[in-house]
């Protein structure tokens, strides 16, 4: 599988990790993934997507962009695309710039985090420990 799709802070803050090259039938999955977890949860949330370590071909960003239904959900307030790479945040770009989620592009987790913070998805307490997690485990595009 080249994603996982997981609850970082139940039923607020719902994260994506992509990592290889991801085919338009996977971001099709995805899509309904998100919009089951969508379902289960009352409350608005963010969705953070690690895009550090995927490969998107850039003529299929289109087709993605349309199978992606989630992306008009009033219930994603924040979406947070964490990658290293230019030409990653370049293809999410393009692929998120007109979604009804608020777009927020990080350089690294810990930008990410300190935005979720700030923006009142996670306590301080939370925010503190996942920070020291990623810093001491393994993590994506590190």
Known sequence: M??????????????????GEISLEAFI??????????QDCDEQIALVVDASDVRVAPYSIERIK???????SYQIEQLV?????????LAML??????RPKLQICDNHDQAHRLLKMFGYRDSHN???TENNANTGSSLGR
């Open 29 to 38: 999955e995805i899509d309904g993934h998100i919009n089951k977890c969508l």
């Open 66 to 72: 349309s199978s992606q239904t989630y992306l008009q």
């Open 81 to 89: 695309v964490v990658s290293t790479s230019k030409l990653n945040r």
């Open 127 to 129: 925010a503190d420990d």
């Open 2 to 19: 080249s994603y996982k799709l997981g609850w970082e802070t139940p039923g607020k803050v719902l994260r994506l990790i992509m990592h």
């Open 94 to 99: 393009l692929l998120f710039n007109l979604s």
